[in-house]
């Protein structure tokens, strides 16, 4: 350790005088610590484009899509009754339902009242039991009751053997067991939809579980046979179904209720505003992108605008910080090739011809063009009104314009955008890159703080090397002293 001695002999501030020296030293620090915020904060510019693009990918899916341009809303007269929706492919119209019969499930109710504490001792062992399949054959299922199990227990095991088919449940109050079917309709059409086989601890045959000592569904009342939904469509055709629900057409009718008096007319058409919306919402997140990728290109550089060190920050308000940064990282992409050609693609993709075999060729054919002020960058503007007509009275174009067999603007938009992407993270990465080495700025960031590293541990010797010096020169400077001192003593002395 270097022994530093603050100017006692020479009366000089060296404390000071070293930190001036550092301040020169440290020059070179200082730039490369700019650099490094200038590297940050272009490689942060460039990851907030890559997530405004992120997002438009996001968005192409839904565009790929039939129903996306084609959607159909349904309305019905007894909303209470009957529902429906519609899918892309439903012709608009009118539709008559009449239900008589809802579909419900089977339930078994116990005929004796059960203690919540009985024993269950005498029924130890295996009780298999039956539903039934689509095809209307046995599938069965076996309940293993043990040693200190409780009504409770075999009640949760009911469900778990039944593979989630039955639930069963006991009610305190009225001391019974309810078994009741999971899905409604009929699927045995000669009988009940649980039904009940042998019951063994062993090779010993034992009394039944459910039959014997829960007497299910033995009294009267006791026992609710499960249904097939009935209803008539178009005053003509009448169907069954195990469920509230049946799809016709591209039409899918929900059934609440049996309809009272009037059939429920259900009336299908199409649904503009939600196509509408989406393209929408796509064409302004595009321009969202464009925007911000076109400032990059245009906003002035302004190179007296350092990044500004601590030191610097703690000598201006928050407000003079802000305001200086702003210019500071004003045109920090200027020039950028990744950006400059991928806003070139992205504009190409979507303003090309489209052989698409149908009416739209061009997206201006449906209302959406480009900007007339060049400054925009190659923003779009939409026609409202034409871009909802032809999605009214031409919606199958509109979908073969933007998808037309892997060809269409939305791939050929996708693929532009995909080049552009991996163009930006070639660059700068992705928000969860974590190595430097994965990405350009990440290496100069990291050959940076390597320099910086090295830089400081060298400053530390410098200051330490001039430290010693001037102790050196205070130690000489103390010698001379005591020597001017003896020689004054010596002449003084004669």
Same mark, same amino acid.
Do not use: C
């Given at each position: 350790?270097?022994?530093?001695?603050?100017?006692?002999?020479?009366?000089?501030?060296?404390?000071?005088?070293?930190?001036?020296?550092?301040?020169?030293?440290?020059?070179?620090?200082? +730039?490369?610590? $700019?650099?490094?915020?200038?590297?940050?904060?272009?490689?942060?510019?460039?990851?907030?484009? @890559?997530?405004?693009?992120?997002?438009?990918?996001?968005?192409?899916?839904?565009?790929?899509?039939?129903?996306?341009?084609?959607?159909?809303?349904?309305?019905?007269?007894?909303?209470?009754? =009957?529902?429906?929706?519609?899918?892309?492919?439903?012709?608009?119209?009118?539709?008559?339902?009449?239900?008589?019969?809802?579909?419900?499930?089977?339930?078994?109710?116990?005929?004796?009242?059960?203690?919540?504490?009985? *024993?269950?001792?005498?029924?130890?062992?295996?009780?298999?039991?039956?539903?039934? @399949?689509?095809?209307?054959?046995?599938?069965?299922?076996?309940?293993?009751?043990?040693?200190?199990?409780?009504?409770?227990?075999?009640?949760?095991?009911?469900?778990?053997?039944?593979?989630?088919?039955?639930?069963?449940?006991?009610?305190?109050?009225?001391?019974? =067991?309810?078994?009741?079917?999971?899905?409604?309709?009929?699927?045995?059409?000669?009988?009940?939809? !649980?039904?009940?086989?042998?019951?063994?601890?062993?090779?010993?045959?034992?009394?039944?579980?459910?039959?014997?000592?829960?007497?299910?569904?033995?009294?009267?009342?006791?026992?609710?046979?499960?249904?097939?939904?009935?209803?008539?469509?178009?005053?003509?055709?009448?169907?069954?179904?195990?469920?509230?629900?049946?799809?016709?057409?591209?039409?899918?009718?929900?059934?609440?209720?049996?309809?009272?008096?009037?059939?429920?007319?259900?009336?299908?058409?199409?649904?503009?505003?939600?196509?509408?919306?989406?393209?929408?919402?796509?064409?302004?997140?595009?321009?969202?992108?464009?925007?911000?990728?076109?400032?990059?290109?245009?906003?002035?550089?302004?190179?007296?605008?350092?990044?500004?060190?601590?030191?610097?920050?703690?000598?201006?308000?928050?407000?003079?910080?802000?305001?200086?940064?702003?210019?500071?990282?004003?045109?920090?992409?200027?020039?950028?090739?990744?950006?400059? *050609?991928?806003?070139?693609?992205?504009?190409?993709?979507?303003?090309?011809?489209?052989?698409?075999?149908?009416?739209?060729?061009?997206?201006? /054919?449906?209302?959406?063009?480009?900007?007339?002020?060049?400054?925009?960058?190659?923003?779009?503007?939409?026609?409202?009104?034409?871009?909802?007509?032809?999605?009214?009275? @031409?919606?199958?174009?509109?979908?073969?314009?933007?998808?037309?067999?892997?060809?269409?603007?939305?791939?050929?938009?996708?693929?532009?955008?995909?080049?552009?992407?991996?163009?930006?993270?070639?660059?700068?990465?992705?928000?969860?890159?974590?190595?430097?080495?994965?990405?350009?700025?990440?290496? +100069?960031?990291?050959?940076? @703080?390597?320099?910086?590293? *090295?830089?400081?541990? +060298?400053?530390?010797?410098?200051? $330490?090397?001039?430290?010693? /010096?001037?102790?050196?020169?205070?130690?000489? !400077?103390?010698?001379?002293?005591?020597?001017?001192?003896?020689?004054?003593?010596?002449?003084?002395?004669?």
């Amino acid at each position: 350790m270097v022994m530093r001695v603050g100017g006692i002999a020479s009366g000089m501030d060296i404390e000071a005088m070293v930190e001036k020296l550092m301040e020169a030293e440290r020059m070179p620090l200082v +730039r490369m610590k $700019q650099e490094e915020t200038r590297l940050t904060w272009k490689r942060d510019a460039f990851r907030e484009i @890559n997530n405004v693009l992120l997002q438009l990918d996001e968005m192409i899916l839904e565009l790929k899509l039939s129903r996306t341009y084609n959607p159909k809303i349904a309305t019905s007269s007894q909303e209470n009754a =009957v529902r429906a929706t519609a899918s892309s492919t439903a012709a608009n119209g009118s539709y008559e339902i009449a239900v008589s019969q809802l579909a419900s499930n089977e339930m078994q109710i116990s005929s004796n009242n059960i203690a919540k504490d009985a *024993d269950l001792s005498a029924y130890v062992g295996t009780h298999v039991f039956y539903t039934y @399949n689509e095809d209307g054959g046995q599938e069965q299922h076996t309940l293993t009751i043990e040693e200190n199990d409780t009504i409770q227990t075999v009640m949760n095991k009911v469900r778990t053997a039944s593979d989630g088919r039955v639930r069963a449940f006991y009610d305190e109050n009225s001391g019974q =067991v309810v078994l009741e079917t999971t899905r409604t309709g009929v699927y045995n059409e000669n009988g009940a939809e !649980i039904t009940f086989g042998e019951a063994k601890n062993g090779d010993e045959t034992i009394g039944n579980f459910f039959t014997d000592f829960l007497q299910m569904g033995q009294g009267e009342g006791n026992y609710k046979q499960a249904t097939n939904a009935i209803f008539t469509y178009n005053n003509g055709l009448t169907l069954t179904s195990r469920e509230n629900s049946y799809t016709i057409n591209g039409i899918t009718f929900e059934f609440l209720d049996v309809t009272e008096g009037s059939n429920a007319r259900i009336t299908v058409s199409s649904d503009v505003e939600t196509s509408f919306e989406a393209i929408k919402n796509f064409v302004e997140k595009y321009n969202e992108a464009i925007e911000m990728m076109n400032k990059s290109q245009t906003e002035q550089r302004y190179r007296d605008y350092h990044p500004l060190s601590e030191e610097e920050k703690a000598e201006m308000t928050e407000r003079q910080i802000e305001l200086w940064e702003e210019r500071a990282k004003s045109g920090i992409l200027r020039g950028e090739a990744a950006i400059r *050609d991928s806003m070139y693609a992205l504009r190409q993709s979507l303003q090309s011809v489209v052989d698409t075999g149908g009416e739209y060729t061009l997206l201006s /054919q449906i209302g959406i063009k480009t900007t007339e002020n060049y400054l925009d960058g190659g923003k779009l503007t939409i026609d409202e009104e034409a871009l909802k007509e032809a999605l009214r009275d @031409n919606p199958e174009d509109v979908y073969r314009l933007f998808t037309a067999d892997g060809d269409g603007l939305i791939h050929r938009f996708e693929s532009a955008l995909d080049q552009a992407r991996g163009r930006i993270e070639i660059q700068a990465g992705r928000e969860t890159s974590v190595a430097l080495d994965s990405y350009s700025i990440g290496r +100069r960031l990291k050959e940076l @703080n390597e320099r910086i590293s *090295d830089f400081e541990k +060298r400053m530390i010797q410098v200051e $330490q090397r001039y430290w010693a /010096q001037f102790t050196q020169m205070e130690k000489a !400077i103390a010698r001379l002293s005591e020597q001017s001192s003896f020689l004054f003593s010596q002449f003084g002395g004669y």
